[in-house]
């Protein structure tokens, strides 16, 4: 394998698609590389080319999740997102870019079966073992997804801008479909530079798990209020970081068996931070 290290994001787009992949922190491509889960030729190294660090409402898609922690002037939705994921030790290695493309937990997937995601005809979760799965956009896979900031960005309303474009957080994600198994927008020679973090008047980010540290959501659940509007979002619901139009939209939840009791917990949590953001904080 071939270990590259691009002076510009030009050259490491040139450098990206088959076979290659960007390596920022490494703590979610280096696993599914080593459980053969993903097949490389050429590493392009992205650190030294990808912006990092906090400059007003921007935020370089190379700074580390232990820095947004620590970031006081970030709306509190995206620290508190943040200051939940993962480990100490992986968030002072894990980017924030990285973390939105982060795959699926679904073990299934993580297995190697040949599911639906994979490319396979079936989802296997749906009959097997799925109590961390999806509740909403699960008609052809039930994996819910693990990044707790990207819930906070959707609410938030936060733009992406990438090699090609600019982009809003929503249009990143896509249900996958028949023919197109991905669930993000983009290509395989992109690369995300910049955040751009609009500043609510309260925002909060609530997280259930099944350990009170260094646990994926169950259920994640930000809310931000600008004005008289709140967006609230979720992690740990569907394929995809997911939007709630209203508290009442959690009525259209279509649970599996093993699933329902995310609702109850989305419920709660959606009232906690409805309550949250209605107190003057950031
Ligand atoms: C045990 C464990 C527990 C975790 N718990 C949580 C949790 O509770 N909540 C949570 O939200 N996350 C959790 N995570 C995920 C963790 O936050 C991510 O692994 C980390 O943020 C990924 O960042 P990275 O820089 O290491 O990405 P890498 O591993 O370097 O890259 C990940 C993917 O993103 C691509 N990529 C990286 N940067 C860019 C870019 N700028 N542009 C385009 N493509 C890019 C890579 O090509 C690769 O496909 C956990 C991870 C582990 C291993
Ligand atoms: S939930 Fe998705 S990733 Fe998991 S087995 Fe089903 S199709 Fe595969």
């Known amino acids: 394998m071939e ?3 691009p002076s510009s994001p030009e050259d490491a787009t040139r450098a990206l698609g088959n076979g290659s992949r960007a390596l920022a922190g490494g703590t979610e491509l280096v696993p599914l590389m080593r459980d053969g889960l993903v097949r490389v030729d050429t590493l392009v190294y992205i650190s030294e080319v ?4 906090i400059d007003g409402t921007r935020i370089g898609a190379g700074t ?29 290695m894990g980017t924030i870019g990285g973390n939105l493309l982060q795959a699926t937990r679904c073990w299934y997937w993580r297995l190697g079966f040949d599911c639906w995601l994979h490319g396979g005809d079936k989802c296997f979760a749906k009959d097997g073992a799925h109590r961390e799965h999806a509740v909403f956009g ?4 039930a994996s819910a997804h693990p990044s707790d900031p990207a819930a ?8 992406l801008r990438t090699t090609q474009r600019e982009l809003s957080i929503a249009d990143l994600y896509r249900l996958p479909t028949d023919d197109d198994r991905n669930v993000t927008t983009l290509a395989p020679d992109e690369l995300i530079l910049e955040l751009d973090v609009p500043s609510p ?6 997280k259930a798990m099944d350990r009170r540290k260094w646990a994926f959501p169950i259920v994640g659940v930000a809310a931000a209020r600008f004005g008289g509007e709140i967006r609230i979002a979720l992690a740990g619901v569907a394929p995809i970081p997911w939007t709630l139009d209203s508290p009442a939209a959690l ?3 279509t649970p599996l068996p093993g699933t329902a009791y995310k ?7 959606v009232r906690r931070a409805l309550e949250g953001v209605s107190a003057p904080t950031r």
């Open 3 to 5: 270990l590259l290290r």
């Open 50 to 53: 990808v912006p990092r660090g």
């Open 64 to 92: 580390t999740l232990a820095e947004l922690e620590a970031a006081t002037q970030i709306p509190g939705a995206l620290r508190e997102a943040c200051t939940q994921a993962a480990s100490p030790q992986l968030r002072s």
């Open 138 to 141: 699960s008609e052809q896979c």
């Open 152 to 159: 906070a960005l959707l609410a938030l309303g936060a733009t």
């Open 201 to 206: 008047d309260a925002s909060i980010y609530l």
């Open 251 to 253: 009525e259209d939840a």
């Open 263 to 269: 609702v109850e917990i989305a419920r709660a949590l």
